[in-house]
């Protein structure tokens, strides 16, 4: 049904994990800043803005670019 199909969407929005530039830092084991020019470069999805200083990457996203650089790497 079409509320089921609104609940499970807002679900899914209320439940998206987000990370801040030094989560990813540590996740990678690089500089926040090498975190922004990745993501510059296109190497990382663009972040969320939230609020006017405040940006985070989806985790899901981030992950779907970790499958995909593995995935290449075969």
């Known amino acids: 049904s079409l509320l ?3 609940l499970d969407a807002t ?6 994990l987000y ?3 030094t989560d990813l830092a540590k996740r990678y084991s690089v500089s926040r ?4 020019r990745w993501t510059r470069e296109g ?3 663009n972040p969320v803005q ?3 200083a405040c ?3 989806r985790l ?3 992950e779907a670019c970790d499958a995909e650089r593995d995935s290449g790497k075969s």
Not at 11 to 16: G, V
Not at 33 to 36: A, D, E, F, K, L
């Open 4 to 6: 089921r199909i609104a």
């Open 11 to 16: 679900w899914r929005k209320l439940m998206t």
């Open 19 to 21: 990370l801040r530039d």
């Open 33 to 36: 800043s090498t975190v922004w």
């Open 43 to 45: 190497l990382l999805p």
């Open 50 to 52: 939230l609020s006017h």
């Open 55 to 57: 940006s985070r990457w």
């Open 60 to 62: 899901d996203e981030i």
